[in-house]
């Protein structure tokens, strides 16, 4: 079992910055690979991007190519999503899962955080 619990949302002028932490506990021994989702109001969740779990490879859906940046700090546990150039599209709360594959599809990620909300406003 892991245990994951994300930080760091808020709400932000468009334009503006913010990290998110996502901090593993439990089994973390074995090596996840860790992804980041997102859900508007009245939207299906929507895939961000994932890391490897070596910290090495990284992948992102085109709408945060260039603006989101993934990584992690093994050591501590946590993966970090840097968000730069806010924009309103990218209100939503934001959660961050585990996987043992490398998948852009929810349900090949086995664990879950409870998400922090992010709102950008205009």
């Known amino acids: 079992q892991v245990q994951l619990v994300e930080s760091g949302g808020g709400l932000v002028q468009a334009g503006g910055s913010l990290r998110l932490s996502c901090v593993a506990s439990g089994r973390t021994d074995i090596s996840y690979n860790m992804g980041w989702f997102r859900q508007a109001p009245g939207k299906d969740r929507e895939f961000v991007g994932m890391i490897d779990w070596r910290g090495v490879s990284t992948f992102y859906a085109d709408v945060v190519k260039g603006r989101f940046t993934i990584s992690r700090d093994n050591a501590k546990n946590t993966v970090y999503l840097q968000m730069n150039s806010l924009k309103p599209e990218d209100t939503a709360v934001y959660s961050c899962?585990?996987?043992?594959?490398?998948?852009?599809?929810?349900?090949?990620?086995?664990?879950w955080g409870q998400g922090t909300q992010v709102t950008v406003s205009s």
């Open positions: 899962a585990a996987q043992r594959g490398w998948s852009r599809a929810s349900k090949d990620y086995a664990y």
